[in-house]
């Protein structure tokens, strides 16, 4: 991939955005072992990539629709509102978002139905 074509999907993915993420988990990891509760770390790992691959779906697909809808062209842009941008500049990245979007929330539905589904066997009650 480019150099543009790796700052088009940073843009798509609003990559300075996705530092929320961890310091949520982490929040919530630290409130989980203030009160006692163990940590098992590939677990967390897995929360850690499947927030991550949430947030992002959110922000690929949010661009896509924004793009598509045509909000983004009439929208004023400031730092936290209006989009990354990314898509009126390089319209033809706009597949790019669709295909991050879905692969992203392919991924967090593959790691939720995992937690879900029982096959962790340290999350069955008792």
Do not use: Q
């Amino acid at each position: 991939m480019s150099r543009t074509g790796f700052r088009a999907l940073f843009g798509i993915m609003r990559v300075p955005f996705l530092i929320l993420t961890p310091a949520c988990v982490v929040l919530g990891v630290a409130s989980a072992v203030w009160t006692g509760a163990g940590v098992n770390y590939a677990y967390l790992l897995l929360i850690l990539i499947g927030a991550l691959s949430a947030h992002t779906s959110v922000n690929a697909l949010n661009e896509y629709s924004d793009y598509r809808s045509g909000l983004d062209l009439k929208t004023t842009r400031t730092p936290f509102s209006g989009g990354s941008g990314t898509l009126p500049l390089l319209p033809e990245k706009a597949g790019v978002a669709l295909m991050t979007g879905w692969a992203c929330l392919l991924l967090t539905m593959f790691i939720g139905v995992y937690f879900i589904s029982g096959l962790c066997t340290n999350l069955r009650p008792k």
